[in-house]
C-alpha cells in the first residue's frame, strides 16, 4: 500500500497551459489497463485521440516497441515491462545512436478546441518518467501528403513550421522509484487539430531514449462539430443489408434516406438514429426490396 503520490504545478511564462503530474508507485497499481491517479484523471476509450492516427515524424521506435496504435487504444499497460514486440502495449523511442528527440504527430482530423491533453506511462524501473513538449497546429507546413521527415531533424524550427508550443512536461523530479505515470495539460491549451509530441529520454536514460508510453488523451472543451461524412460503408449481398459508419456527435439524432433516383429524398431507413458515444455512429440496415429497378439504391444521412 506505498503508493506515491505527487504531483507538482509548473508555470511559465510564455505558455498559458498548466501541467500537473503524478506517479503511482504503490503495490497496488492498477492492471487492468485503466490507471487511477489522484488528481490526474484515468486514461480513456473515449476521448478524441481515441482510435485516431499517430504519425512518427522524426526519429524511431525502438525494434521491439509496440506499434504507435497503442497510443490510442484507450489501454495503459496491465504490467510495469509490457515488451517486447508489436503488440506491446507500450511504444517506446529507439535506442542510441540518434541524439535527436522522438516526434510524433497526432491528427486529430478537424480542428478541436482542447480541455486537456493526458499521457501516461508505465515501467517498473527507469523508463516511467515522461519529458516532452507538446506543440499545436491547424494548418502545419510539411505535412502530409508531401512531408518531407528532413524538414523534422533537431534543427527544425517549429514555429515556423506553424507549431505553437502548448506545455512542456518534465516529470523527473518525481524520482527514480518506476511506476505508473500520469500528466494532465490544462488551462489554456488552444484549438488544433495536429498535435505534436517532442520526446525526450529520461535524463538517466540518454542514449537508450526509452519512456513506456501507454496511452495519450485529447479531451475537448465540449461536443466538436465534425462534418457529416460517411466514413465506411459495406453491402452484404447476400444478407441484403448494409453497414454505415458515419461522423456523428454524441446525443445527436440522425435519419438515414434512401432514394433510388438521387431526387426524392422521402424515404428513410431510420428517422431517429441515436449517435453512439464517441465520434462515429454505425448501424447495419435491411435493403431487401428497396433498389430500384436497375439495381441502384442511394443512401443519405441528415442530421435531426
Ligand atoms: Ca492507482
Ligand atoms: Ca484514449
Ligand atoms: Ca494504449
Redesign the pocket.
Known sequence: MAAVVSSTAICSRAIAADTIFELDAGADRETD?VFVFDTVPS?SSTDFANGKTFTVLDGSPHDVSGTID???????QTNGDSCCGPDS?SFFAGPAGAEDNLRIQLDLEVNVPIAEINSYSWHNNSRAPQIYNVYGAMNPKNNAPDFDAAGFQESADLTALGYTLIASVDSMSLGGAGGQVGVSITGDVGTYRYLLFDIAPPTWQVGTRATFF??IDVVPTGPVSVPLKITEFDHDSELKTVTLTWHSTPETSYAVKYSSNMEEWDSDLDDGVKADDGDTTTRTFDISGLASASGKLFLRIERN
Open positions: 489497463g486514461n497503442h497510443l490510442t487504444d484507450g489501454l495503459g502495449e501507454g496511452e
